[in-house]
């Protein structure tokens, strides 16, 4: 499984200009060609991935990623250890992951600093609009995909944390203002 972030566009925005825009921030724009996102957005806007290959590790919805630790709890309970055993090696992760988070929370807010950047010369170079999704596919991005729930923010309220915060799979409108 792969993450991928899906940068939306109006047709009428130069294509030349969207990439020039995105390959000055070490960004490129690929056509993401998938009918149901198509349909999904209507025939007014063209869905873009950002990266070649995947874009596993963004910043951008980050700040949902959970730890699977249900499967070592089950693990060790099959070992027989006890609950209270279990309780105090998940809190320890928990513990260990916290200050991981906390190493990795300045890089992805400079992540997330770039993405607003990015956002701004978008916004500023004539799209009223935009849209990012960054979503998990297993399998080819191309597949039939359900409709991605929306949200809409305006550019001025938004923050780089607000980024790390987007809900995974939802198609965030971002407008100018």
């Known amino acids: 499984m792969c993450t991928f972030v899906t940068l ?3 047709t009428s925005f130069s294509h ?5 825009i995105m390959q000055r921030s070490g960004r490129r724009l690929f056509v993401q060609d998938s009918p149901s996102l198509q349909a999904a957005v209507g025939p007014g806007w063209q869905p ?11 910043a951008l919805a980050s700040a949902h990623v959970a730890a699977a630790w249900n499967a070592d709890a089950e693990r060790w309970r099959k070992k027989g250890w006890s ?4 309780a105090r090696a998940l809190a320890e992760q928990l513990a260990r992951h916290e200050q991981e988070q906390q190493v990795r929370r300045d890089e992805a807010l400079r992540d997330a600093g770039q993405w607003l950047q990015r956002i701004d010369a978008l916004l500023q170079a004539g799209a009223a609009r935009i849209g ?5 596919y297993d399998g080819a991005v191309s597949t039939r995909q359900p409709k991605p729930p929306e949200r809409g923010w305006s550019r001025a309220s938004l ?3 607000d980024l ?4 995974p799979g939802t198609l965030h409108w ?4």
């Open 83 to 86: 609950k209270a055993k279990i």
């Open 48 to 58: 873009w991935l950002s990266a070649g290959h995947c874009d596993c590790g963004t």
């Open 8 to 10: 939306f566009l109006p």
């Open 164 to 167: 790390l915060a987007f809900a």
């Open 132 to 136: 990012l999704l960054v979503r998990d």
């Open 16 to 20: 030349v200009e969207a990439a020039a």
């Open 159 to 161: 923050e780089a944390a």
């Open 174 to 177: 971002i407008e100018r203002g």
